[in-house]
């Protein structure tokens, strides 16, 4: 994903999806569809997301994807079934 972000404007000016190839739905549906589900101003992405926990120690060694011993925020999908309404 993609943000782009203009000097004084708290909303993203674009948002892109690249998946490679590997997707089933239009990129550019499910670029229309995040900022409907998920606040990705850096605010709201602060406060999903809770980057300032001192967890980052932990991920130093052996990186974070896919392991469920770190308690990630970033790692949790619990709006999953809103962005599947979001892109129908």
Known sequence: ??????IG???PINV???RHGTGKLDEARLAAALPRVFDLAPAG?????DPTRPI???TSA????????LA???EQ????DDLRRACA
């Open 72 to 74: 990630s925020t970033w």
């Open 45 to 49: 992405i602060v406060a999903a997301l």
């Open 9 to 11: 404007r708290a909303a």
């Open 77 to 80: 999908t619990p709006r999953i």
């Open 62 to 69: 052996y990186g974070h994807f896919g392991r469920d011993d």
């Open 56 to 58: 980052f120690a932990r």
């Open 1 to 6: 994903m993609q943000l782009t972000y203009a």
């Open 16 to 18: 892109g999806v690249d």
